[in-house]
């Protein structure tokens, strides 16, 4: 069973799938909590606009989708900040306006590129050297700046209104955030792909959401919850031959039909009605 | 003229795009007072909390909290006004204990990058001892009643070792008889901690009893001064727009009034 692990590829996959199911799990938390889903949903389909166009142009396409996911936010999170529109209409407006890019890109190149949909449904066991790099780098910055400012973060997360007034700089911090949701999509982009990367993002942080009613302890029962899914995805799909995307967002899927079952929450509510 | 003004307002008028909130206001608050606010809905008391923060400014005139500018009070000013806003009940599942909404005062004196420590800890359970909640600890926060979750939030504001206390309506919501405990909580605290408190009420009678001075507020400031200068019968029939009457009995000043919503 261990001498899968003496190929290289697997071994890149097994170090990339960990970063990723940390990096996910962990914002996710924030996402949740913060009615961000939508936003981040938006985020992705902009990313996958931008490795199209990183295709067609012969830049590197997770460089490209770096600079349209993270303009994205900044777009939408200006609209939002001037008034001009509501986040989650910009952000539905976006949706569709980068999924046509997307197809548009695609329909440019007129030879059909098989390495184009691996963005779009993910193929961990295809990870290569430069791809990990580019995980591990941009995980480390996104976990790194999560942990400087992780007070900041939890207290916007609670109340923005209540942590500006107290003297946090929440304005700022709120767009730090949206802008480290655009980092992790792109992060996970190359092993779940861009229509299942949202799964990654929201599901593990919503199974912790009913098991715990601490904050804290809910990040790091994300977290384990996240990565736990993540290289299970990978050993299932390698001993299984199953796509790995599809194969760990219904793992993480399942996860969370057992955590709402097992719920303490859910018993509370019983509980009261009797 | 009072070297031991804290909170200066001349001639301050504040906008939202196109509503005048607060027109032509004038007021001094000196360190240590205890004064109520009150008027109708919709009279700008919440944006005069808001301004004392910095949150909103003057469009003219000017505020002063600390000798320093609306405009210009940056965190660390913020860190020294505890801040208990208007508030609806927290959701029943939202995943925060009591002891980590009260850290969260703690925050920003703590500056960047530094995590709680030992000492923040200890300061959270002192905070909560103090208004009567050591042992909800790790309770969740959305399980407390509305009088529970209040007293959670004084906490979250003591914890920052606030000179100024601002309380939005921190009695709506509540049975009355809790109201009243809440109210004899804060002036306790108003009393031993030698705090500022700026409290926005409804329910004049239950802190005209406490308060050293009252603001009656409807855009413009109709009548600042103690509770028997304030508690007027023809300005509050003019601000509320409709018959008031005002009692004295055992020393203290009451209004009886229907309903205190203004109607336009
Ligand atoms: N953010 C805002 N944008 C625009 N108008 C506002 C805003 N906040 C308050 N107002 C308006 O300013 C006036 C005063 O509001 P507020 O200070 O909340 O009054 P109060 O707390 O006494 O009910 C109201 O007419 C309200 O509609
Ligand atoms: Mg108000």
Known sequence: MLEMLSYEFMQRAILA?????????????????????????????????????????????????????????????????????????????????????????????????????????????????????????LGAIVLLIVYLFFKEFHFITFDEEMAKASGIAAGWLSFLLLNLIAITIVVSLKSVGAILVFALIVTPAAAAYQLTYSMIRMFSYSAIIGVGSSVAGVLLSYWFDLPSGATTVLFVSGVFFLSVIFSPKRRIAVNSVD | MNDNVIIRLLNATISYQNRTAIRDVSLEIHQGEFVGIIGPNGSGKTTLLKSVLGLVCPTSGSIQIFDCACHKLRCHHRAKIGYIPQKGQIDHNFPVTVAETVMMGRYSSLGLFKHPSKKDKELVVNALAEVGMADYKDAPLGHLSGGQQQRVMIARALVQQPEILLMDEPTTGIDTPTQYSMIKFISGLHKNLNLTVLLVTHDINMISPYVDRMALLKTRLYAFGTPSEVLNEKILTEVYGQQVIVTTKEGGTYVIAGDYHHHA
Not at chain 1, 75 to 91: E, F, H, R
Not at chain 1, 97 to 103: E, N, P
């Open chain 1, 17 to 137: 799938s960990i970063v990723i199911g940390l990096v996910c799990s962990i914002i996710g938390v924030f996402v949740i909590l913060k009615n961000l889903t939508f936003i981040g949903a938006g985020t992705s389909h902009a990313a996958f606009a931008g490795v199209t166009l990183g295709y067609l142009t012969g830049f590197n396409p997770l460089a490209v989708a770096i600079v349209f996911s993270l303009l994205t936010v900044w777009i939408v999170g200006y609209l939002n900040k001037k008034g001009a529109l509501m986040l989650d209409t910009s952000v539905g407006m976006f949706y569709s306006l980068t999924m046509a890019l997307a197809v548009l890109f695609i329909g440019l190149m007129k030879v059909y590129n098989a390495e184009v949909y691996g963005y779009l449904f993910g193929s961990i066991l295809s990870v290569t050297k430069m791809d990990l790099k580019v995980i591990l780098i």
